[in-house]
């Protein structure tokens, strides 16, 4: 009988130089490997992974995949149209944006869209449209889901805000790629070159380049969570190995937004974990070696200790020009006084751990 | 079911609603249209008949495919597919158009 394979390896199926063959997981070790990828969003993976015949199944399992991957599904449908809908919002007052991951990625990136499950919507919009865009939103019954540090923070300095419209839709709009340093270094108006789409229910929605998309799917998985997400790891895997992406550009765009570790760091995450094949892309990203600054400030967001606050203080350094740098540490250690109650237990505690975090941080470089 | 702007004498040409938003699987295909309030799955020969609505085409044209394909008396099948257009078209998933 062959060994039962690893809901790691399983995201992998169906790559070149994936794992072939094995089953899944029997008896007591099956529901807690598909409760880990429901969580992981992964049972589309499984579930067209299982019939196409890349991995062996019980009858019964095979059942409970066909249920819930329809359940997925049918989520996804009914956030595409949601997007349809919030981009409607957004040309309505003239924003430019770009549609992030989810429909974009699992339309233009997978064989198949059904390979590819989501949760919300992801849209890029430029920092001079930010306010307008999330207004336009807050106009159409939308409620953030967290407060700004400060008045304007979000659009200077932060990553953006997740919106949660009517009916319980979440729009993360996006300023930037992440938060903290890698986020500050990232040049912006890169992201809007290009002129990709995606097409469904009868809209074409502008989606960030190829390249771009390889970029922003090392960033989500990198930096995203302490422990890379399985689909986001699924997506860089998809996007070099099955895709005409350039990696050589988006090598080159990330050396210009000194975040080439934050690639290397998520491909190696990527391949070692769908335990593919290695190739010369993946052989490049286990050799890198981070400068200082990288190292510093990729270590914020790996591991147990990471924070907000602890994200906020790496990207110190980040900032261009002493003026700024003036008002970002002003923001965070003087937050809006609602934000420092909710989050950090009052400004005088907000203080103290803001300096705690940085000395912590400087240790760790 | 009459066609707007469509005369009689001539048979009807259906084709895929290009708003409806779909995912197919194991599962079969779910369609949901643009004003629907859930997705309608298509499972076992619905799958087929979707598929061969990919471009316009009359019912008995649909028809006599699904029958050929599955060895299916032309009648019964030419019945089914005329009610799975009326029920398709009334929710907005396919549409007719013009010869």
């Keep these: ?365 | 079911m009459s066609v707007p702007g469509h005369h009689p004498s001539t048979p009807a040409r259906w084709v895929r609603n290009p708003d409806v938003l779909t995912r197919r699987g194991a599962f079969g295909v779910l369609l949901l249209a643009p004003t629907a309030d859930q997705p309608l799955l298509l499972e076992g020969t619905g799958v087929d008949l979707w598929d061969a609505l990919d471009r316009p085409r009359t019912g008995g044209d649909v028809a006599a495919e699904l029958a050929s394909v599955f060895d299916a008396d032309p009648a019964t099948v030419a019945a089914d597919v005329r009610a799975a257009l009326e029920e398709l078209g009334a929710v907005d998933l396919v549409v007719s158009v013009e010869s």
Aim: with cysteine; hydrophobic share 45%.
């Design chain 1, 1 to 365: 009988m062959t060994a039962p394979i690893t809901l790691e390896a399983a995201c992998g199926l169906g790559l070149p130089g994936a794992t072939t063959g094995g089953r899944l997981p029997d008896g007591p070790a099956w529901a807690p490997f598909l409760a880990r990828a429901r969580d992981e969003r992964a049972v589309a993976i499984l579930a067209q992974a299982v019939d196409g015949g890349l991995v062996d199944a019980s009858a019964d399992q095979r059942g409970q995949l066909v249920h819930e991957h329809q359940a997925a599904m049918r989520s996804c449908l009914y956030l595409e149209r949601a997007t349809i809908t919030v981009a409607g919002l957004l040309r309505d007052v003239d924003v430019d944006f770009r549609l992030l991951k989810g429909p974009a990625v699992a339309r233009l990136d997978y064989p198949d869209p059904a390979w590819r499950a989501f949760g919300d919507i992801d849209l890029l919009v430029r920092s001079t449209e930010y306010d307008t865009a999330v207004a336009a939103l807050a106009a159409a019954g939308g409620r953030r889901r967290s407060a700004e540090v400060r008045p304007g923070f979000d659009r200077r300095f932060g990553k953006g805000v997740c919106i949660v419209m009517p009916g319980g839709v979440q729009v993360d709009v996006h300023r930037t790629l992440a938060s903290g340093p890698f986020g500050l270094t990232i040049r912006l108006d890169d992201l809007f070159t290009g002129d990709d789409t995606v097409s469904f229910g009868g809209a074409s929605l502008p989606v960030l380049r190829r390249e771009h998309r390889l970029a922003h799917a090392c960033v989500h998985a990198a930096l995203g969570d302490a422990v890379p997400r399985l689909v986001a790891l699924r997506d860089i895997g998809q996007l070099l190995l099955t895709t005409d992406v350039d990696f050589e550009l988006t090598r080159a765009e990330c050396v210009r937004w000194r975040a080439t570790a934050v690639l290397a760091y998520a491909i190696d995450a990527a391949w070692r974990t769908l335990a593919l094949e290695s190739t010369p892309v993946s052989c490049w990203a286990r050799d890198y070696a981070a400068d200082r600054y990288e190292r510093r400030s990729l270590a914020a967001y790996l591991g147990p200790d990471r924070s907000y606050a602890r994200l906020m203080i790496a990207g110190l350094p980040a900032v261009p020009g002493l003026p700024a740098k003036v008002a970002y540490v002003r923001a965070l250690l003087w937050a809006d006084t609602d934000y420092a109650a909710r989050h950090d237990g009052g400004r005088v505690r907000r203080v103290q751990r803001a300096w705690r975090t940085r000395r912590s941080s400087e240790r760790v470089a």
